[in-house]
């Protein structure tokens, strides 16, 4: 296969079957996010798990300490006596009936969906729409809870939710490519030591198979798993 110049340029920077440590992965992750936009950096965590078994599904959320970068757009589900506190808390829309209409007309034009625990039983009647598209609140990742505004915050300031796809790995935006490395490392930091936390007790063998840290338009950077520079306590 012919390579391109810039494919060959990267090639000879970095070794493809090298796993580098946090700190290094990072630095040649933003030496190769050159594009006219800001580019996402991402994680990708192959993990020895059997998703096909409930015991064994990874899923949680996780508080970046420094975002993503990425402007959240928030919907929150609930009746009129919560609705007050997600506008307060900076969710960009917020209803009950006239969102539900919406949805089930085919509007789905938002990132995160909150819903009070009252709302879930009409809410949960758009599971065909909203689950594809992996919108569904769920109490495991926050997002069905009393505490509409507490959760809109928490959202807007970073926290993310993850799951482990059929395949058992975990995929995430970490970052943007203008983070400083400081900044990116500390979030990858968090996302595998939560990642971590959470490894099932049905699980055995090798947790953690492998680890690629990439930027939208850049290669793929394996990580050193030992991760004898995570700075996060387990």
Do not use: C
Not at 149 to 157: F, R, W
Request: aromatic share 4%; charged share 30%.
């Amino acid at each position: 296969m012919k390579l391109t110049k810039k494919q060959k340029e990267i090639s000879k920077s970095f070794d493809s079957k090298k796993e580098y440590k946090i700190a290094e992965s990072v630095s040649i992750v933003k030496k190769y996010a050159k594009s006219k936009f800001d580019e996402s950096v991402d994680i990708a965590m192959n993990l020895g798990v059997d998703p096909k078994h409930a015991d064994q599904v990874v899923r949680g959320t996780v508080a970046l300490p420094n975002g993503t970068g990425k402007t959240v757009r928030v919907l929150v589900i609930a009746k009129p006596d919560k609705q007050q506190e997600a506008i307060d808390a900076g969710a960009e829309h917020v209803g009950f009936e006239d969102y539900l209409k919406k949805i089930q007309d085919g509007w789905t034009d938002i990132d995160v969906i909150i819903a009070t625990p009252d709302s879930m039983a009409e809410l949960g009647k758009l599971g065909k729409i909203l689950g594809p598209r992996g919108l569904m609140p769920n109490p495991k990742s926050g997002t069905v809870t009393p505490n509409v505004g507490q959760a809109v915050k928490e959202v807007k300031a970073g926290k993310i939710d993850f799951r482990v796809d059929k395949n058992g790995t975990v995929h995430s935006a970490i970052g943007k490519a203008s983070f400083d490395e400081k900044m990116l490392v500390e979030n990858i930091s968090a996302f595998i030591a939560m990642i971590i936390k959470l490894k099932p007790a049905a699980a055995k063998g090798v947790y953690i198979k492998g680890i690629t840290l990439s930027s939208t338009m850049g290669p793929g950077i394996k990580i050193d798993k030992s991760l004898s520079d995570l700075k996060v306590a387990v």
